[in-house]
Structures are given as C-alpha cells and as structure tokens.
C-alpha cells in the first residue's frame, strides 16, 4: 500500500522522467498546462514543465508551482528553434530571431575567419540573448590569402565581413598555388583548434576559383576534427542537373572521408533526387543532412557568380526585370541597371526569385530535413538589440520570419507539429550532437535534465509578418521563449536578457593540419610519378 506521505513518486511517459508535484520543489519557473511535444521520443501530450538552474527538471501531470509561472493553456511547449544557417550574427540580427522563435544560431555557410573565431566567441560571451556559434570560413581564408585581407579589423564580425571583402573579386575567381592552397587549409584549420562546430564553404560563389581537389581538401581539414562542411554547392543556382551535380561533389567527399556533411539549401531544382540521396546515405548511418527553407525566393549580393548574364539569363533562360528584386526600392532590375549596380555597388543585396511558391509547403513535409532560413543581414548592419525592427531595411523576410512562416504554412497545408518541431529544432540537435557537440547533445529536445531553451507559442496565431517588400517586421504570437532557462521573450515583447551560450568545441591546444604536398601524395597513392605532377593546387586546372 502507498503512503500517503510519499516525496518522490516518478513515474516513465513515452521516455520522459515525470516528477509529482507531491515532490516539494521551489522551481525558477514553471509552465503550466501546454501542449508539450518533444521530437525525439515523440511525446505529444499536456503537461507541466519545470525549469531550475537552466534546466529542465520536471514535465509532469500534477501542478507545479514555481519563482515565475507561465500559463501556456491552448500552446505549444516545444524546444527552443535552431538554425545552422543564420548569418545575421549580430545583436539586431539575434533581435529578430528571438522574435521569430530562434534560441540557437549558426552559421554554416559564411562563417567566420579562421584566426578571428576566438575572438569571434569573445566579443558575445555575456552580453548576447541567443546562443550563438559559428563555422569556421572557407571564403574568407581565401580572400585573407587572395586579397590581402588577412589583418582587417571587420574580419571580427564574422559573416557579415562578407559585405566589405566581396568587394574585391580574388577570393572568388583566382585558383592558388599549392603554396597559397596550404596557407588556405591553415587557415581553415585554426578555426576548428579554436572550437569552431565546423565549416563553412561558399563553393557555388567561388565555382571559377576552386578545383575539385581544393574543396575536397576543405572537407579533409573537417574531417581530421569529425567536423562538418556546410556548403552551398557548387552550381547553385542551377538547373535540375547541376544542381544535383553539386550535392553530389560535397557528398561524395564526405563519403570518402568519412566526414559529416550538410548540403545547404537545396529547395532548388533538383530537390527531390537530392533529398533522396541523403535520406539513402543516413539509413545507412552516414551523418549528412540537408536544409531547406520555407520561401521560393532566395536572398544574395548583385555580384554572385550565378546572376551573371551568361548564367542567369543566356544558360538558365531568366530575365532580371522578372526575378532580381532590390529590397530597398523594391524594384525589379533590368539589364542595364544591373550593369550599374556590379560597378557602384557589387555587394549590394538583393532578392532571387527562383522557384514555385507552391513548393514552399512541400519542402516542410520532407523527413529528416532541418529547416535553416538563411538569414541575411538588415541595414544597419551594426544596429544594437533594442533597435526599432521597423527602421531596418533591406533585407530579405526569412531573417525576420523563417519559423513563423513554417508554422502558418504548416497550418494551412494540415502539417503535423511533431514534423515542424522535427524539422525548426530537434534534427539539427541529433546531427550536431553526432558529431560530439555537447551544446547539441542538450538542446532540440523537451526532457529532463537538457537545457531550458524552450518556446510556448499560439498554434493558431503564431505567424510570420515580414514580406520581400517589408523584410524586418518580426514575427508574432509567440508567449515565450526561454534561453538557458531564463525569458528572452514575452508575450512578443524582447526582453533585456542576455543567456546566451556559445555553441562550440572545446578549443585545443595543437592544430590538425597536415600540408598538401606532392611527394606525400606519391608515397600513398603511386608507385612513381613523373616529376612534371603539378601539385593538389594546380593553376592549370588539372589535378
């Protein structure tokens, strides 16, 4: 027979550790009476959720009491939203995804300097309201070895650097010198021994510049670490071949190199054989993933390779007064003021309409998929936490309105939450926290003992608002959203709280990097080579 003065009673919910409230706990805060869905066990059901020190200590059935209560009748209690392809990596840009939802953000396709990553980390700890990380940049170890740009203050602000160093063209068109090709590894490499999560490399906006061998070498750097590539591939934009083409190059280095892999954006054409091949590779165990995002336009500066004319109007048949938008004027472009703009202007931003707004939907519905918005900066790219969201411009509406825009798209195509919950949080956890990232081993997930990062939002209401006229109006009908177990939102208000946590490996001592050379490749892979081999970084495009 049960005592009636039992403490403890525990008690096992589809893999979740409930606790009774017969357990006489002072939680820090408590959320009462929401719809509590947790991806990776699958629980789906109402419940209370207690929170203390950061964490999540108790979902249970009974009432909990705590220093701070939140009703969440009629909403969603899910994990806070992740992003691995958020480059806004600034306070107004954390600003907007907190409002949007967005607990924890990356950065795996720009990413940050090699040399600068410490100091990248530095600059937030404290004083941040998201968690935040960062890869380490492909793109800039070139231009910082290309371009002269090693030493430039800006490279400390991470993605956005992008702005200032893509005014020059070297990074994106010049193929280095094995001895430039090293120092390009080096440098990649210094990135991953400061804790960098893993790598991120702009290969379709640098398709003239880089050979086979120097991405597959990238990838060799991450793999030394068992740290991912991000990478936009190489012919995106493309056509429903070249676009698989360019999945295909990334996945099978990574195959070869046993190495973790992220196929960025591929809601291109193409979609469905690419999303095939890596749903294939992960029931075989391979660790690679792919993104995708809710919006049939993208968001890119004027001087990407793919909107030249020979690409964008003579090889894939588009017309710029159609499909390249300034988001400031809100103008269409022509032939000529697109000429214009390369010359005054060549990182201005602008926004690519490239696919069917029907497919939008269908992109969500996908399985194992992360939801990654891209997330591009807004003017003024600088602006601090509190700035007024409605004086920036310039930017396009998935920074604002990602996650919104997934949940109003879910409700109006009958999408299962547990998928969108899946897909904005918990599989970028599950792949991450493969590779041995802690800080994802413990989020994307509701249940005891992971880290409060938790949002409570309206599933009827909870929508994005920001359009390609309007790119920075932030989302709404979000209750809360809880960083490390504090309230960075609520009610849709921003609050002045900075919990943030760095998203990163433990920085090591020694780095990995190991040269290119062409007698170590003779030894492994010849048994004699002519000494006219011109070397892993060939200037004549032949290795």
């Avoid at 969500?364 to 007024?388: C, E, H, I, N, R």
Wanted: net charge negative; aromatic share 8%.
């Amino acid at each position: 027979m049960k005592a009636k003065t039992t403490i403890l009673t525990t008690t096992l919910i589809a893999g979740l550790l409930t606790v009774s409230a017969a357990f006489a706990q002072d939680y820090d805060l408590v959320i009462n009476n929401g719809r509590v869905i947790d991806p990776e066990t699958l629980f789906d059901d109402i419940a209370n959720v207690g929170v203390k020190d950061g964490r999540i200590v108790a979902i249970s059935k009974d009432p909990l009491t705590g220093a701070e209560t939140i009703d969440a009748t009629g909403h969603i209690v899910a994990p806070g939203f992740i992003d691995t392809h958020f480059h806004f990596q600034m306070p107004i840009g954390y600003s907007l995804g907190l409002r949007d939802g967005l607990t924890s953000s990356m950065d795996f396709e720009m990413g940050c300097a090699g040399s600068y990553v410490a100091a990248w980390y530095e600059a937030r700890a404290g004083v941040t309201q998201a968690n935040y990380g960062c890869a380490v940049s492909h793109e800039f170890a070139r231009a910082m070895v290309l371009d002269g740009s090693d030493g430039a203050e800006y490279l400390i602000n991470g993605p956005v650097a992008a702005y200032t160093t893509r005014a020059k063209a070297g990074w994106s068109v010049t193929r280095p010198t094995l001895e430039q090709g090293n120092a390009i590894l080096e440098e990649i490499d210094k990135g991953l021994m400061a804790g960098a999560p893993g790598i991120g490399s702009t290969t379709g906006y640098m398709r003239a510049g880089i050979s086979s061998r120097e991405l597959f070498e990238v990838q060799k750097v991450g793999a030394r670490y068992g740290r991912p590539t991000g990478s936009h591939t190489r012919y995106t934009l493309g056509n429903d071949t070249t676009e698989v083409n360019g999945a295909q190059e990334l996945i099978a280095n990574a195959i070869a190199l046993g190495a973790p892999a992220i196929v960025l954006h591929f809601n291109n054409p193409g979609w469905r054989v690419t999303h095939e091949l890596i749903s294939g590779l992960q029931e075989r165990g391979f660790n690679i993933w792919g993104e995708i995002y809710p919006y049939a336009a993208g968001s890119t500066t004027i001087n990407a390779e793919f909107l030249e004319p020979q690409s964008w109007v003579d090889d894939l048949g588009n017309r710029y007064e159609e499909t390249i938008l300034d988001p400031v004027t809100n103008e269409y472009y022509t032939l000529e003021t697109y000429k214009a703009t390369i010359a005054s202007e060549p990182t201005r931003p602008v926004v690519v309409f490239k696919m069917p707004a029907e497919d939008q939907a269908k992109w969500l519905t996908l399985k194992g998929v992360t939801m990654a918005s891209d997330g591009v900066g807004a003017q003024p790219y600088d602006a601090p936490w509190d700035f007024p969201m409605d004086q920036l411009g310039g930017t396009h509406p998935r920074t604002a309105g990602s996650r919104g825009a997934t949940i109003r798209l879910g409700r109006e195509n009958n999408i299962p939450m547990m998928q969108l919950m899946s897909i904005l949080s918990y599989n970028a956890a599950k792949h991450l926290g493969d590779t041995g990232l802690k800080a994802m081993q413990e989020r994307g997930r509701i249940q005891t003992g992971m880290v409060a990062d938790i949002v409570v939002f309206d599933p009827e209401t909870f929508t994005d608002n920001s359009t390609y006229e309007q790119g920075a109006i932030p989302s709404t009908g979000m209750k809360a959203v809880i960083v490390n177990g504090q309230v960075t939102v609520r009610d849709d208000v921003l609050l002045p709280v900075f919990a943030g946590q760095p998203i990163q490996f433990e920085p090591e001592d020694k780095p990995r990097f190991v040269p290119v050379s062409l007698e170590a490749w003779n030894a492994e892979f010849s048994t004699g080579m002519p000494s006219d081999f011109s070397g892993a970084f060939s200037v004549d495009g032949g290795n």
